[in-house]
């Protein structure tokens, strides 16, 4: 029923001279806990969709106790239109904590507000498990397109590592324009939000943050174009020690890079829907110092 198609071990710092702390020899790392990524399920009044979605779903509660999974995180384009009810009610049956993010399509549908009403109930939810949630204000107005934008912003901790939930969807819709990723630099925009929520990080071990977000933050089709990459990591990069990985999906395939200036990890997750039924599952270590880890790359068959 499984095949494993990868391993890689991720952390931009994985050695006792980087950065920490000269108070005598590091640490070994201990296994902390495990996440899950899926992405792209496209719940679109398509029932093969809704069981590939299931049956993900399903396979991970199974091996969530096994595994150590405390999260599963959903990287956008999970539902729209007709199936954006659909896609919270299918998620909802997860025994295993999920975390949804926004995607592009159904800013192209229209939906923008409406997911977040849909999915208010599940960010409530994560606020009780992990002990509180700080959301970015909504709505702001965007004054690129004129119009207000619900950005899907939020932050958790759990476990010592910070989770980062980053919308940089394009509200465009234009066909190309609108598959890229936007910082929304602007009052009340992505960039400003992200830029506080790095600088506010209080102490902790290196290679503690975790971004999520529909488009991963890479240079790339399908994400950031140069100057907004350049922008980027040309601020980000001085957090470096704490930013470890940037994961996201969008693109339907696999692909894992490190980030030019910034040195983080980026992962992007294929589709449930298209092709193989894939995932990935992220373990964590710790040691107090800093936290490393390793992704595994799974293909269920059909």
Same mark, same amino acid.
């Given at each position: 029923?499984?095949?494993?198609?990868?391993?890689? !071990?991720?952390?931009?710092?994985? +050695?006792?001279?980087?950065?920490?702390?000269?108070?005598?020899?590091?640490?070994?790392?201990?296994?902390?806990?495990?996440?899950?990524?899926?992405?792209?399920?496209?719940?679109? /009044?398509?029932?093969?969709?809704?069981? @590939?979605?299931?049956?993900?779903?399903?396979? $991970?509660?199974?091996?969530?106790?096994?595994?150590?999974?405390?999260? %599963?995180?959903?990287?956008?384009?999970?539902? #729209?239109?007709?199936?954006?009810?659909? /896609?919270?009610?299918?998620?909802?049956?997860?025994?295993?904590? #999920?975390?949804?993010?926004?995607?592009?399509?159904?800013?192209?549908?229209?939906?923008?507000?409406?997911?977040?009403?849909?999915?208010?109930?599940?960010?409530?939810?994560? &606020?009780?498990?992990? =002990? =509180?949630?700080?959301?970015?204000?909504?709505?702001?107005?965007?004054?690129?397109?004129? @119009?207000?934008?619900?950005?899907?912003?939020?932050?958790?901790?759990?476990?010592?590592?910070?989770?980062?939930?980053?919308? *940089? !969807?394009?509200?465009?819709?234009?066909?190309?324009?609108?598959? +890229? &990723?936007?910082?929304?630099?602007?009052?009340?925009? +992505?960039?400003?939000?992200?830029?506080?929520?790095?600088?506010?990080?209080?102490?902790?071990?290196?290679?503690?943050?975790?971004? &999520?977000?529909?488009?991963?933050?890479?240079?790339?089709?399908? /994400?950031?174009?140069?100057?907004?990459?350049?922008?980027?990591?040309?601020?980000?990069?001085?957090?470096?020690?704490? $930013?470890?990985? /940037?994961?996201?999906?969008?693109?339907?395939?696999?692909?894992?890079? %490190?980030?030019?200036?910034?040195? *983080?990890?980026?992962?992007?997750?294929?589709? +449930? *829907?298209?092709?193989? $039924?894939?995932?990935?599952?992220?373990?964590? #270590?710790?040691?107090?110092? @800093?936290?490393?880890?390793?992704?595994?790359?799974?293909? $269920?068959? @059909?």
């Amino acid at each position: 029923m499984l095949t494993m198609l990868a391993l890689a !071990c991720t952390g931009a710092s994985t +050695t006792a001279d980087s950065g920490l702390t000269d108070s005598g020899p590091e640490p070994a790392l201990e296994y902390v806990f495990s996440f899950a990524l899926i992405a792209d399920p496209h719940i679109v /009044s398509d029932p093969e969709h809704e069981e @590939r979605l299931i049956q993900a779903r399903d396979w $991970l509660d199974d091996q969530a106790e096994d595994r150590g999974l405390e999260m %599963v995180l959903v990287l956008g384009d999970i539902g #729209w239109g007709d199936g954006l009810e659909r /896609s919270y009610e299918l998620l909802d049956g997860f025994q295993t904590p #999920w975390v949804p993010i926004a995607g592009d399509n159904m800013m192209h549908a229209g939906d923008e507000e409406r997911w977040q009403q849909v999915f208010a109930p599940q960010l409530a939810e994560l &606020a009780t498990l992990f =002990g =509180g949630i700080d959301e970015a204000p909504q709505p702001s107005w965007n004054p690129t397109y004129e @119009r207000d934008a619900w950005y899907s912003n939020y932050t958790f901790a759990h476990q010592g590592v910070t989770f980062m939930v980053l919308d *940089w !969807c394009s509200r465009s819709h234009e066909p190309i324009w609108g598959d +890229t &990723a936007e910082l929304h630099d602007h009052d009340g925009g +992505t960039w400003g939000w992200f830029q506080d929520q790095v600088k506010s990080l209080p102490d902790g071990p290196q290679e503690s943050v975790v971004m &999520a977000s529909h488009m991963a933050m890479h240079l790339g089709p399908g /994400s950031f174009n140069i100057a907004a990459d350049d922008q980027l990591e040309g601020w980000a990069g001085a957090y470096a020690d704490r $930013l470890a990985l /940037s994961v996201g999906g969008h693109l339907h395939m696999n692909i894992d890079d %490190v980030a030019t200036v910034g040195g *983080w990890d980026v992962h992007v997750v294929d589709a +449930t *829907w298209d092709d193989s $039924l894939s995932l990935s599952i992220v373990d964590v #270590w710790g040691n107090g110092r @800093r936290f490393a880890y390793e992704l595994e790359r799974l293909v $269920l068959d @059909r």
